[in-house]
Every structure is written in C-alpha cells, then in structure tokens.
C-alpha cells in the first residue's frame, strides 16, 4: 500500500509526510521539484517522484499504483477537481487539505471514480476542522454560534495565492456557474443569509487575542454549509487580523487581478511581504475561538491555538487519511466535516502536534468577547 503526496516539499506536505511516516506507511513524494524532494525522501526513505500537475502524463503516473493521493499543492482555486479526478482514474482514493466547495461542486456535476471510491475534501483547518468543532462542542443542533479566526503569522506560496483567487472570484473556473463563494459583511440570521448585517470593528479586548484586532465579518459558502447542517438559528463569523499591513494589502488587491500568471504572482508576492511586516516583532499563531449559545445549557466556548496553521492543517489531513484507512468513511464524495468524527480528530491533533492547544469552557453566564 503506497500513499502519494502531492506538494510533500510545501509546509503542509512535509509535515503530513512525516506524520504518515511515523504510521508506518510507505509514501511517494511527489512536487515540482526534485532537489525540494530528495532531503524529505531521504529522511522518510521514501520514493519521490517529479510531477506538474498540470501535466496529465506526469500527474497520471503519479497517482498509478497507490492506495490513496494526499493533495497539499495548489492554489485550490486553480487545482479544483483536476487531482482528484486523476486520482479516481488510477483507482486511488483521495483526500484534499483543501478544495473545498468549488471542487465538490464541480464532481457533482460530473462525477468521477467507481462506485466504491472515496473522496474527502476540506481535510485541513480551514473550513474542515473548523466545521467539526460546533459539533463536538454540543452533540445539540441549533443555537447561535460566532467564530473569532485569524491571527498573524508568514503567508507565502499556495497559500497566499489562494488568499488573492478568493478576492478575485472572476479568475475561478467555475465563473458563470452558480457557485457562490461567499460575501463580507454578511451573517446567518434566523435560517437565511443576511447581507450587510455586520460590521468591521477593530477592539483590544477580544478574548484569547493579544493586543489591537481588526474584525472582518464574512460569511463563506462553507460557513453558511454548517449554519445549515447544524439547525443554527444564527452564525457570526469574523476573520481576526492582528495586523494592518496584510489586512490593507488584501482589500486593495480585491477585484484586481486578472487572472494572468503574471498578475497572480504579483498579488501574492504582495501578500507574503505584507505578512512579514506584520509578523515583525512578534511570534507567529494561528487561533479560532468559538461561542455556542444554546437553550437551557451553560454557555460553551472552544479555543484552538496552534504555532502553525499549516501544521495544524497537515495534521487534519493525516487524521482524515487513516479515518479512511480504518473503513471509518464511506464511499462517495466528502466534505470533512461531513465523515470524520469531531473527537477522534481532536484527538489526533493532539498527539500529531504538541504546537497546538485545544481548550473547551463552560460558563452560566460569559461576555461575548470576554472570558
């Protein structure tokens, strides 16, 4: 049994390589790169294997013979369902850290694989483990949830260029379809999206958050997806930025980028320096507080803290593949949220990595924001 990974050489890969290592699993590496390769091959002593994605051969031979693919490249925006489906051909499993909506939306409309093939989308922190933590809060449905994410940390590479596509929705290849991504300022309120609801508020005294914030409401498709799932009767999701630099540098690419290589490459090159210079002076996390409110029971909150979103990402994915591996998911398409149990994954988390905290409180009565 082989496990692939795709972008093992990035910050995601590498860790979840590692991780699926110390199972015992016999794992190809795979990137664009093979001097990025071939210290990680030579540590795990596993195979690496060059590949484009982009290249329908390459990316075909890099899938044959394995029992699942692990995508950690991208930008998702861009990637979408093209791995997947090159996984499905050569009769593999997958599991993406992202793709997200746009990805299942698109294998919904064609589906891939046999019958028995499974794939898990949203394997990572955002939205996957973000979506499971209401549910292992409260096995209740229902109730009025709000979500502080964000933090300051070094934005770089897939990660950064995925940050730009989801400002510039027209540079996706779902544009014309129905799909809709999300939209700033919006809330779910009484069973329905509400637009313009809510407000960028900047405080210095937001629980679990050192010093000044800036509070960016935005309501994403997979956010709206769990409001759904979960009876909510209201979700208030703010994107928390601990800096200004990043913060101003997103809102002015917003709409800008055409969709040339050369203008997304500029946008996030922008990205990365305004990440820096907001990370200057300070040490690097990564935090998402939640709030449940619910009838007749104490008022819950959950906070996860990690050193590092793209390890905390990683190790979501690696509790996904072996949730997979176990017979635990069924066959079909998936979101994470969706299949994986929320206390088993916590649980993995923990013990993959020690750079991340989770906490849990229960209160009769806290201040929003105040703990």
Same mark, same amino acid.
């Given at each position: 049994?082989?496990?692939?990974?795709?972008?093992?050489?990035?910050?995601?890969?590498?860790?979840?390589?590692?991780?699926?290592?110390?199972?015992?699993?016999?794992?190809?590496?795979?990137?664009?790169?093979?001097?990025?390769?071939?210290?990680?091959?030579?540590?795990?002593?596993?195979?690496?294997?060059?590949?484009?994605?982009?290249?329908?051969?390459?990316?075909?031979?890099?899938?044959?013979?394995?029992?699942?693919?692990?995508?950690?490249?991208?930008?998702?925006?861009?990637?979408?369902?093209?791995?997947?489906?090159?996984?499905?051909?050569?009769?593999?499993?997958?599991?993406?850290?992202?793709?997200?909506?746009?990805?299942?939306?698109?294998?919904?409309?064609?589906?891939?694989?046999?019958?028995?093939?499974?794939?898990?989308?949203?394997?990572?922190?955002?939205?996957?483990?973000?979506?499971?933590?209401?549910?292992?809060?409260?096995?209740?449905?229902? +109730?009025?949830?709000?979500?502080?994410? @964000?933090?300051? %940390?070094?934005?770089?590479? *897939? &990660? /950064?260029?995925?940050?730009?596509? !989801?400002?510039?929705?027209?540079?996706?290849?779902?544009?014309?379809?129905?799909?809709?991504?999300?939209?700033?300022?919006?809330?779910?309120?009484?069973?329905?999206?509400?637009?313009?609801?809510?407000?960028?508020?900047?405080?210095?005294?937001?629980?679990?958050?050192?010093?000044?914030?800036?509070?960016?409401?935005?309501?994403?498709?997979?956010?709206?997806?769990?409001?759904?799932?979960?009876?909510?009767?209201?979700?208030?999701?703010?994107?928390?930025?601990?800096?200004?630099?990043?913060?101003?540098?997103?809102? +002015?690419?917003?709409?800008?980028?055409? @969709?040339?290589? %050369?203008?997304?490459?500029? *946008? &996030? /090159?922008?990205?990365?320096?305004? !990440?820096?210079?907001?990370?200057?002076?300070?040490?690097?996390?990564?935090?998402?507080?939640?709030?449940?409110?619910?009838?007749?029971?104490?008022?819950?909150?959950?906070?996860?803290?990690?050193?590092?979103?793209?390890?905390?990402?990683?190790?979501?994915?690696?509790?996904?593949?072996?949730?997979?591996?176990?017979?635990?998911?069924?066959?079909?398409?998936?979101?994470?949220?969706?299949?994986?149990?929320?206390?088993?994954?916590?649980?993995?988390?923990?013990?993959?990595?020690?750079?991340?905290?989770?906490?849990?409180?229960?209160?009769?009565?806290?201040?929003?924001?105040?703990?």
């Amino acid at each position: 049994m082989i496990i692939a990974i795709l972008g093992a050489s990035g910050g995601v890969g590498s860790c979840a390589s590692r991780w699926l290592a110390q199972s015992g699993h016999a794992l190809r590496l795979g990137g664009r790169r093979s001097t990025a390769l071939q210290p990680l091959g030579l540590e795990l002593n596993a195979e690496i294997q060059t590949v484009d994605l982009w290249q329908d051969r390459q990316l075909s031979a890099f899938c044959r013979g394995c029992t699942v693919v692990v995508n950690c490249a991208g930008p998702s925006y861009q990637v979408l369902d093209r791995v997947a489906r090159a996984a499905a051909a050569a009769g593999a499993h997958y599991v993406d850290v992202s793709g997200d909506g746009p990805a299942w939306h698109l294998l919904q409309q064609k589906p891939a694989g046999d019958p028995y093939w499974i794939a898990i989308f949203s394997a990572g922190m955002l939205p996957g483990l973000a979506n499971l933590v209401p549910v292992w809060m409260s096995a209740r449905s229902g +109730g009025n949830l709000t979500v502080y994410s @964000g933090g300051i %940390e070094p934005v770089s590479g *897939a &990660a /950064a260029k995925d940050l730009v596509l !989801s400002l510039n929705e027209h540079c996706s290849a779902l544009q014309g379809s129905d799909y809709w991504y999300g939209e700033a300022g919006a809330s779910w309120q009484l069973g329905r999206r509400s637009r313009h609801s809510l407000l960028t508020q900047q405080t210095d005294s937001l629980a679990h958050f050192p010093g000044q914030v800036t509070l960016l409401p935005y309501l994403s498709a997979d956010a709206e997806r769990l409001a759904l799932r979960r009876h909510l009767s209201s979700l208030r999701w703010y994107n928390v930025f601990s800096g200004q630099c990043l913060r101003e540098t997103l809102t +002015g690419l917003r709409g800008k980028v055409d @969709g040339s290589a %050369e203008s997304l490459a500029s *946008a &996030a /090159a922008a990205v990365e320096k305004a !990440s820096l210079i907001d990370l200057a002076g300070f040490t690097p996390y990564y935090q998402m507080v939640f709030d449940l409110q619910q009838e007749d029971v104490p008022y819950k909150r959950a906070v996860i803290t990690t050193n590092s979103s793209l390890a905390l990402t990683a190790a979501t994915a690696v509790s996904a593949v072996n949730s997979l591996l176990r017979g635990d998911v069924p066959a079909g398409v998936h979101f994470a949220d969706r299949v994986l149990s929320p206390s088993i994954t916590l649980q993995d988390i923990g013990h993959l990595h020690p750079g991340t905290r989770i906490s849990h409180y229960q209160c009769e009565q806290c201040e929003e924001g105040v703990l």
